[in-house]
């Protein structure tokens, strides 16, 4: 898979997306600057969430269209309010595409249904993200897989079954590749409900997808988990250091806290290494002095006979090796040895 000059995979340094989701607090300022933040920290990507509340849903008052969760960060509120609130305005999309692509990063949203979609193609991002509430809505899928670009889908609250559906979808209407991202939706979420050996599951059961995790803890220890169970995109929600009133503020890191989730992220990965044993680098290498080796611990006349006394298994490593020891023990020496000489089978004789 690949994002425009990014190849995605587990053999790749991840891809991190910084999600701005609705901490923009409703001020195109505010957006930028977050999208300044997610280079500077490091990350792959920055992302945005493309609708408005009319395309989300209707303004109503029935129970059923307010959140009632005690739980919940939004609890008591209607969806339409909270989502005229937290969208980001489409004639915002270019000037924030357009600071990402001078500050080096990509830029692409989350599109909540066929409008947004058709909005976004004006704007040609490189990749499109469906997230956890719309994987089950196959229109859209069925929209962005016309796109032909690269879709991340994230799984949060979905079946094996409804999985299997979303990419059946996506793959029948001949998408771009596709990554499916291990999410827990709640807000945030605790680090142990993550449930990371979802990722090797989906791994096994889409072999043709790559694998990452929407991350909706506090902290980097599930991402670094999931680094080590191969997973190769992640996802991030942040905010402006100070930040306490955006909608998604509760469960979102600053940009320090970014920096520091990108680099957690690269050093496991980086950990992770090759399957290599013996002196896997330089640095170890020069480890291998303080393995023992066989030494001439006295001064040894040439024709004398190599014994306990003479020779011993000690530090650094510089000698023949040990397994030799007992092999030598009664043989004689080929020439004259100097005490702390290292052992070599050039000066044993018979």
């Known amino acids: 898979m690949k994002i425009l000059d990014q190849t995605i995979s587990p053999a790749e340094r991840p891809y991190i997306i910084a999600e701005v989701s609705a901490n923009h607090g409703g001020e195109l300022n505010q957006a930028m600057d ?44 209607t969806l ?132 990452g995790l929407s991350d909706h803890t506090i902290g980097s220890t599930a991402a670094i988990a999931a680094v080590a169970l191969g997973a190769c995109v992640f996802e991030k929600h942040f905010k402006l250091s100070g930040d306490e009133t955006s909608v998604d503020a509760a469960f979102s890191v600053t940009p320090e806290g970014l920096r520091d989730y990108v680099d957690a992220i690269n050093d496991a990965w980086d950990a992770l290494g090759e399957a290599k044993f013996g002196a896997a680098s330089d640095n170890e290498a020069q480890s291998l002095q303080f393995r023992r080796s066989i030494y001439v611990v006295a001064d040894i006349a040439e024709g004398e006979t190599f014994t306990r006394e003479n020779i011993r298994c000690i530090r650094p490593g510089l000698g023949l090796q040990t397994e030799h020891f007992s092999s030598v023990l009664g043989k004689t020496a080929a020439r004259t040895i100097e005490r702390g000489t290292p052992l070599s089978l050039e000066l044993v004789g018979g």
């Not at 307010?66 to 960060?73: G, K, Q, V, Y």
């Not at 809505?137 to 929209?143: A, M, N, T, V, Y």
Request: proline share 6%.
């Open 34 to 77: 977050l999208v300044a933040a997610a280079a500077d920290a490091g990350a792959s990507a920055v992302k945005f969430q493309t609708y408005t509340a009319d395309t989300m849903t209707i303004e109503c008052d029935r129970p059923e269209f307010r959140i009632d969760n005690a739980e919940s960060l939004w609890n008591g509120r």
């Open 80 to 211: 339409y309010d909270l989502y005229d609130e937290a969208h980001t305005p489409w004639d915002w999309h270019a000037p924030l595409f357009e600071e990402a692509q001078r500050r080096g990063i990509h830029a692409f949203s989350s599109g909540f249904d066929e409008s947004a979609i058709d909005f976004l193609e004006t704007l040609d991002p490189p990749c499109y993200k469906v997230a956890s509430f719309e994987h089950t809505f196959i229109p859209l899928l069925e929209k962005v897989a016309d796109t032909k670009k690269p879709v991340i889908v994230s799984c949060g609250l979905a079946s094996m079954d409804e999985i299997q559906k979303s990419v059946q979808t996506l793959t029948k209407a001949e998408s771009g590749p596709i990554c499916l991202l291990a999410c827990t939706s709640s807000y945030p979420a605790s680090v142990a409900d993550s449930n990371l050996r979802r990722i090797p599951a989906l791994k096994e059961a889409f072999p043709n997808c790559q694998i």
